[in-house]
């Protein structure tokens, strides 16, 4: 089955998702929500799952790896970034649609591999300036792009050289998410970004390494292997 022709799945059944299940259900299509609160589920005539949405083995069992679409929704960013993560990990050839609670947090979502993002702030702040002739009239000020750190989920990259432990190793045997708890999440080499990082992807020497994770993690990663 190819990608496209695959389920929709939900992360979340608070406002954002019911009316995203609402609306896929009006529009006949198939799919499932996610939700670790069964309350939430309460007079609910669609597919649905109690879990946390993000757990693989929850999103395993609703068809993750055969999903044409994922719509995460969750009200915490921390959340939506690992779900990003997990759902893009997980299958590469979705189309991850996700929620950003906060402005400052849509450069990482992206970066955790979301095609796209929206900021309901924004968004209800663009709507609300178009309602006005004077916007029409005038270029709206641009958003401020200075992303900030968020709920304690840090970006950094690392340049690997010939001195590094990690040099010459796959993914799978550096073992970044069992043992420290963050993930690789894209590497630059000569000039070209690879993102579909597999447990046999060797890093090489002179490669740009982007991690993800909690600032503890990343400082126990760096401690161990970029010294």
């Known amino acids: 089955m190819k990608a496209e022709d695959g389920h929709i799945i939900v992360l979340g059944c608070g406002d954002v998702g019911k009316h995203a299940a609402q609306t896929l259900k009006y529009s006949g299509l198939e799919f499932i929500v996610i939700d670790s609160d069964p309350w939430a589920f309460e007079d609910a005539d669609y597919e649905h799952l109690v879990g946390n949405a993000t757990d ?5 069992k609703a068809g993750i790896e055969t999903a044409s679409t994922v719509i995460i929704a969750l009200n915490n960013d921390t959340d939506v970034i690992f ?9 590469p050839e979705s189309t991850i649609l ?4 906060s402005y400052k947090s849509i ?9 796209y993002v929206a900021a309901l702030s924004i968004v209800a702040g663009q709507m609300l300036a178009r309602m006005t002739s004077r916007c029409i009239e005038m270029s709206c000020r641009k958003i401020d792009e200075d992303i900030m ?5 840090e970006i950094e990259k690392h ?10 190793r796959p993914v799978a045997e550096i073992g970044l998410r069992e043992r420290f708890g963050c993930t690789l999440i ?3 080499r000569q000039g070209n970004i690879i993102t579909d990082i597999l447990p046999s992807t060797v890093i090489l020497k002179d490669d740009i390494i982007a991690v993800i994770g909690t600032k503890q993690a990343i400082s126990l990663f760096k401690y161990k292997y970029v010294k």
Do not use: F, M, W
């Open 186 to 188: 894209g590497i630059e």
């Open 56 to 60: 693989e083995d929850a999103l395993k």
């Open 107 to 115: 450069d990482k979502i992206y970066k955790a591999g979301a095609d």
């Open 149 to 153: 750190l968020y709920e304690g989920i």
């Open 159 to 168: 340049t690997i050289g010939s001195e590094h432990d990690i040099v010459d």
């Open 83 to 91: 779900a990003t993560l997990i759902a893009r990990g997980l299958n």
């Open 98 to 101: 996700a929620r950003a609670n």
